[in-house]
């Protein structure tokens, strides 16, 4: 029966690879020794060249924390953007449009930066800077004296609730 061993935790690995390395070193046949934990015969031989390795021994086997690949843009740079956004309007930076947006936000980073990111990318970044979406405060100014707010009563006329419920989202960031 071949064993997974993708599918297993990498505590249960780590062991398995001491416990073959010992296994070995007490004169039994690496074969034998991959053959009664399920894995294939090659795999062995490269858990023996760690483990044989120069003055690491065992701790050669441990598990260790896998890379992932390196942001685009440094925690520097990061700031820096943050910098940008906080307390400005997307005018100020010579870009279209009143309220920030991750598409608004790109093409500052692009610009700058010269650094090509996804529209996830940049959400994750604001996520990552504390900047969340949010819906501006939407207030219906109406254009017929006689469709204003009665103030005594806090009503709205029709034409004032049509106009808030239809209003389009904006995002805010910051």
């Known amino acids: 029966m071949k064993r997974d061993g993708r599918k297993l935790d990498h ?95 790109r093409e500052l980073i692009q610009r700058k930066f010269g650094v090509g990111l996804s529209l996830a990318s940049v959400g994750a970044l604001l996520a990552r800077l504390g900047l969340t979406a949010q819906n501006p405060l939407q207030r219906a100014y109406p254009r017929k004296p006689g469709s204003n707010r009665n103030l005594e009563t806090g009503d709205l006329s029709c034409d004032c609730a049509r106009s808030q419920a239809n209003a389009s989202r904006h995002l805010l960031l910051g």
């Open 11 to 105: 505590r249960t690995l780590e062991a398995i690879r001491k416990m073959a390395a010992e296994r070995v070193r007490e004169e039994e046949k690496p074969c034998q020794v991959t053959a009664s934990h399920g894995f294939c015969r090659p795999l062995i031989y490269r858990w023996l060249k760690a483990a044989n390795g120069r003055g690491r021994g065992l701790c050669a086997l441990a598990s260790h924390k896998g890379t992932s690949r390196p942001r685009k843009l440094t925690s520097r740079q990061e700031q820096q953007v943050f910098r940008w956004i906080n307390g400005k309007n997307p005018m100020q930076c010579q870009l279209d449009g009143v309220l920030w947006s991750r598409a608004i936000v």
